[in-house]
C-alpha cells in the first residue's frame, strides 16, 4: 500500500494502518479471551490448540504450532497438560510411524463446547453495528488476508 492523500483517505493517512488496526484488534481481544478460557482452566493458547484440532484433526504438533501463531518449542508446553487431562490424544501417523497426530478427545470436544457461549457473546459484542451482507464481506476478507498471511512465509517466485 502507497500513502494516501488525507483528503480521499484520512483513515489510511500511513503505511501499515491496516496491520495497526489488526494489531489493535488482537490486543484488544486477548484479556477477554484469556478471561473465558481462564474461568475454564485454560490459557488461550490451550482453547486455541483445541479448537485447531476440532476443525484440523490428525495433524503433527508443529502443523498445530504453525496454525495456532507460536512456534513449535512453546505447542510442546501447550499440548503436554491437555494430554494430560485427556483434552487431547497423540498416535503415531499410520503412514509414517515417526509422526505423531494429535487429535482433541470426546473430552476435549465437550471442554470447547462449554466455552462457546461466552465466545459466542464474545464475537457478538465485536461485529456489533455491523449488519449481514457487512458479515459476508468481513469474513470473506479474513479469510484472504489468512490466505495471505500463510504465503507471507513461502518465497516469492
Not at 490448540?49 to 518449542?73: C, H, K
Amino acid at each position: 500500500m502507497t500513502s494516501r492523500d488525507p483528503e480521499t483517505a484520512p483513515d489510511l493517512v500511513i503505511d501499515g494502518w491496516f496491520i495497526y488496526m489488526i494489531k489493535l484488534l488482537d490486543t484488544g481481544l486477548r484479556p477477554e479471551v484469556e478471561r473465558i478460557a481462564g474461568s475454564h482452566g485454560f490459557t488461550a493458547a490451550q482453547y486455541t490448540a483445541l479448537t485447531v484440532l476440532l476443525s484440523r484433526p490428525g495433524i503433527t504438533s508443529s502443523e498445530l504450532a504453525r496454525r495456532s501463531f507460536v512456534r513449535a518449542q512453546s505447542m510442546a508446553g501447550t499440548v503436554g497438560p491437555l494430554i494430560q487431562q485427556g483434552l487431547i490424544s497423540r498416535a503415531p501417523d499410520p503412514d509414517n510411524a515417526r509422526r505423531l497426530l494429535l487429535h482433541a478427545t470426546p473430552r476435549g470436544r465437550a471442554a470447547v463446547t462449554g466455552l462457546q457461549c461466552e465466545v459466542a457473546a464474545l464475537q457478538d459484542r465485536l461485529v456489533t453495528g455491523l449488519d449481514e451482507q457487512q458479515l459476508d464481506a468481513l469474513s470473506a476478507t479474513l479469510r484472504i488476508l489468512r490466505h495471505n498471511v500463510q504465503d507471507l512465509s513461502s518465497p516469492r517466485t
